[in-house]
């Protein structure tokens, strides 16, 4: 990927403290928390994957503490550049797509554990959206795990993991998201891959990194729809529990999630998004 560092005004750089919660509800399953839920789960006997059931509440908000000092490496600092740029890109993105309803989120950068309007979480929740504040919260550290546990390195991979959970905010501003069964849970979590895929299928036009956009390389799809595979309920239960569970399904097999993402990848039209039929 061919990216411009911008002036970070897309994040919200809490990894110094802990970010305080105006209200209260339970946080969402994060794009890489099945793992770890399952995991302990597996070696304690204690069934973490009831944890899944998550609540919906009134739009609230957050106040992140960004005077505390930052203590940080000048590799981790490339990283929150890069997600800055991802996210203005998703966003300009989806800026276009959608000018009357699309509203700007921003990602929140925690270590450890972070108080949002959606509850309190911890790094094992893995990257995730709140729609009561209407927020993307990411500990930076779910990239190597992504890369080393997974089996999933590249930036593109990790650009997915992004626009995957922006695209959750898209579907907070479309009325799509809420609250329901295992089922529902797939069909909105398929759909958020598709929707990263359209950003990817526009990122993948040409002569965008001249313009000082995020531009995809050759390579870099297939770093995406390998994330993809490896973050397939289906594979994640088999790894951690050595048995696949479809009834605790809540964001859909590998083959699901690499089709929907392809799809957007193809065709770059958020219509082509329908998942209700999985």
């Given at each position: 990927m061919r990216w411009t560092p911008g002036d970070r005004s897309n994040i919200e750089d809490a990894r110094g403290g802990s970010g305080f919660r105006m209200g209260g509800g339970?946080?969402?399953?994060?794009?890489?928390?099945?793992?770890?839920?399952?995991?302990f789960s597996w070696l304690t006997g204690t069934n973490f994957?009831?944890?899944?059931?998550?609540?919906?509440?009134?739009?609230?908000?957050?106040?992140?503490?960004?005077?505390?000092?930052?203590?940080?490496?000048?590799a981790e600092e490339r990283e929150v550049d890069f997600v800055d740029a991802v996210t203005k890109d998703i966003q300009s993105t989806w800026q276009t797509i959608l000018p009357q309803r699309y509203r700007p989120t921003r990602v929140v950068l925690f270590r450890d554990v972070i108080n949002s309007a959606c509850g309190m979480?911890?790094?094992?929740?893995?990257?995730?959206?709140?729609?009561?504040?209407q927020r993307v919260y990411l500990d930076l550290g779910f990239f190597q795990e992504m890369s080393r546990r997974l089996g999933a390195p590249g930036d593109f991979a990790r650009a997915y993991v992004i626009a995957h959970e922006v695209g959750h905010h898209v579907q907070r501003l479309s009325g799509i998201l809420g609250n329901g069964s295992n089922a529902s849970s797939v069909a909105i979590e398929l759909q958020a891959?598709?929707?990263?895929?359209?950003?990817g299928h526009v990122a993948s036009q040409p002569g965008r990194a001249a313009k000082g956009e995020v531009e995809l390389e050759?390579?870099?799809?297939?770093?995406?729809?390998?994330?993809?595979?490896?973050?397939?309920?289906?594979?994640l239960q088999q790894m951690t529990t050595g048995r696949v569970m479809p009834e605790r399904f809540t964001h859909g097999t590998s083959a699901q999630r690499v089709q929907w993402l392809r799809r957007g990848l193809t065709t770059g039209d958020p219509n082509a998004c329908d998942t209700s039929g999985n």
């Open positions: 339970a946080v969402p399953i994060g794009l890489g928390g099945l793992i770890v839920l399952a995991l994957l009831s944890l899944l059931n998550s609540t919906t509440g009134s739009d609230q908000t957050v106040a992140v503490d960004r005077s505390a000092p930052v203590s940080s490496t000048p979480a911890e790094s094992a929740t893995g990257p995730f959206y709140c729609p009561q504040d891959d598709c929707l990263a895929g359209v950003w050759p390579g870099d799809m297939e770093q995406g729809l390998n994330a993809a595979a490896a973050i397939g309920d289906d594979r």
